[in-house]
């Protein structure tokens, strides 16, 4: 665990006096995908993101016929569909970044702590066979962790704000299940009436060593009570010959 402070779809393009880049991300992947498939396992979900990415504003995704709408030109011109994936940073580079404009509007001027929680590789197989509960189980355990810290008098002694995303995959495509959480360091009082922020503020959101063991013991808890209860489906065992 770490944390920081801190049919078809067409999408236009807006003329730029940027020069195109010699190669695009999706250029990478018509060049490299194949390959990288073959040495490497990847899901069903992955492939399908990479070919949404590398077929992007091509003929595999047809055309559609813009045209101008100044009566005086009446000029129209072909262009390719966009793959509408939001993994696709010519679909939606500009609105995630317009979003994320109108999220920082939002904010309120406080610290804000990156917060990340990391299951152990070990426990991939178990996770593997029990998506649905592992992962419950594991946002469970995380936001206890959080909630744990920020009512103790000495840290912060209040209800924070945070909300958590969960990742599966590492930077290289492999099975790395984790959480991001972003932390308010601040918070409400639990009666109410007062509005706390943490006594050491832009240092650090609470101590890590302890955060780390109160998640690990809270989810071991959960996981034991979900085998006690059958919730969980174990791993056949490979037969070695």
């Known amino acids: 665990m770490i944390y920081t ?24 992947f018509r060049l490299y995908w194949r390959k990288f498939r073959e040495k490497f396992n990847c899901s069903l979900h992955q492939s399908k993101v990479i070919n949404a990415l590398k077929n992007c504003r091509t003929s595999v995704l047809d055309y559609h016929i813009e045209t101008c709408t100044n009566p005086e ?12 994936n939001s993994h696709c940073p010519k679909c939606m580079g500009s ?29 991939n197989n178990l996770a593997l ?15 206890y962790t959080i909630k744990e810290f920020s009512k103790d008098i000495k840290y912060l002694g209040a209800r924070p704000g945070f909300f958590g995303i969960l990742h599966t995959w590492g930077q290289m495509l ?15 009082s639990y009666d109410g009436s007062k509005f706390k922020r943490l006594p050491y ?6 101590p890590l060593r302890a955060m780390s063991m109160t998640m ?9 009570k979900a085998y006690d209860g059958g919730r969980l489906t174990l791993a056949p065992k490979r037969s070695h010959k």
């Open 5 to 28: 402070n801190s049919n078809s779809h067409s999408d236009s393009s807006s003329t730029s006096s940027v020069s195109k880049p010699l190669y695009e991300l999706s250029d990478i």
């Open 73 to 84: 030109y009446n000029h129209t011109f072909i262009a390719f569909n966009s793959c509408r």
């Open 95 to 123: 609105k995630r970044l317009k979003w994320v404009y109108n999220r920082l509007k939002d904010l309120i001027q406080v610290p804000y702590y990156h917060v990340v929680f990391t299951m152990p590789h070990i426990l």
């Open 129 to 143: 066979f029990n998506r649905e509960v592992i992962y419950d189980l594991f946002f469970k355990a995380a936001s």
């Open 174 to 188: 492999s099975y790395h299940v984790h959480l991001h959480f972003i932390v308010a360091g601040c918070g409400l």
């Open 201 to 206: 503020q832009n240092k650090f959101l609470f």
């Open 216 to 224: 690990r013991k809270r989810f071991l808890e959960l996981l034991q």
